[in-house]
């Protein structure tokens, strides 16, 4: 329902948003290829073996519409298709106002109103819009590998700015000692506040370094709930999401507008010279006043 | 008073609209360096020596803030400065809403309104908004240099498509034939009206080939209102015009809102839950239209 946008997304998300707030959301993200999903596998197994329940978006606008299917192609996933603790779905919009960057948080919403404890989501790091919803998560998870400058080069700073925890992955290949330095020496360059981001070395095919990937996001629900930082992050979260709503529905109303009569009216008295261009604005939006609002 | 923006440039330009639509307007674009000024410079020559009227504007924002001031350092220009039969001026922006792109076509009105029969506008072609600006006038002059290609390699399609006139400038430079032969090349592959644009070799700094070129304005001046593309062009011009008015205006209103009481209101109880962030853009939306419009 949220996929699809419209009406009845609306409805639910203002049932849910009061309900929600009681999940702690993970952001993971990372280049293509640097095994995110059978790192997620593994950290569900994790995640189980605590007794945790645990719901998965993945949010991935460069793979086939998988539109809510589950994700089939992910073997090491099937162990948990019949387990009642575990939820996953592959995110795809259809119709949603504003794409996957305003449906996620309402997704997300869904979920922790049905008390979901913890939900993660999985962004491939690439485009910018993919990068913001990951980091626009309680905790986010960087994923790199063993030599990654090339890989991630254009997108170093934008990473580093919304790390909380690195991940190595593969870290069993040549190049991680390497690429933890290079990681710190960025960090010593960043500002940071009160949370030095860890940097984690796992091996996602045999689950190496997933138990101290979880112990890690256990620390760091737990840094922002005593340092208040948890309060604060939700605030501004909805600040960004209410501004960009505001945009996007702008946005919509001028589409609206020109199909209306009124406008096509407006547009042959410009054409006669009969108005001015600023004074058509101005009767247009007065007009639309009353009926589109 | 365009220039400055706010309620006296909305008044100016609902006057000077309906009595404007008699002047033609030339559009001249091309990279720096490309010698637009003593290029216009000569084509004042020419026109003066025919006996008729010109007023210039030049748009350029990658300039000092000349602000309204003749174009002093334009050498060859001083000889127009006591001459009735020119105006010119060096356009800066400081509060006009939308910027050059706005202020532009409502300077040009307040010329054509005036009875100026001639409005040449010289932009740097080297922005988006420059080239549209230049793009908008009746006949579009493109200015290149022999070996034009690393120059303006970024824009070339860009000005394919507004080009009326192409003018080499600087054709007494090794390369003039090759740039023509290149340019013929690029017109083949793009999709061409009625006007073939001709392609003009000039030298500004003795005005060999300026004559020919005021020739080829004549031409497509007379082809624009045979061919009823002119009623057409300005058709367009100003729906254009009237569409960034509306987002502008619209994106002013907003802008506003977020400093009002009920901005802050609206927050406040987004951040405790009472609201949630679609129905609060509604709420923020509907007040604005009942408190500004």
Redesign the interface.
Known sequence: MVERGGDPA?EL??LT??E??QAHTVGITGAPGAGKSTLNSALMDVVRGRDQRLAMLAVDPSSPFTGGAILGDRVRMQDHVTDDGVYIRSMATRGHLGGLSLATPQAVRVLDALGWPWVVIETVGVGQVEVEIAGAADTTVVVVNPRWGDAVQANKAGLMEIADIFVINKADRPGADDTRRDIQQMLELSTLGSWYPPIVPTVGVDGTGVEELWDHVLAHREHLAESGELEERR?QR??V??AE??HR??EA??AV??DTPVNVEL?GR??T??I???????E???RA??SL?
Do not use: K, T
């Open positions: 609306r998300g203002a948003f009061a929600a707030g605030r909805v600040e999401e209410f709503i505001l529905s702008i109303r001028v507008l020109a547009r410009l054409a010279r009969e001015d261009p600023y004074a058509a604005v101005d247009l939006l007065r006043d009353g609002s």
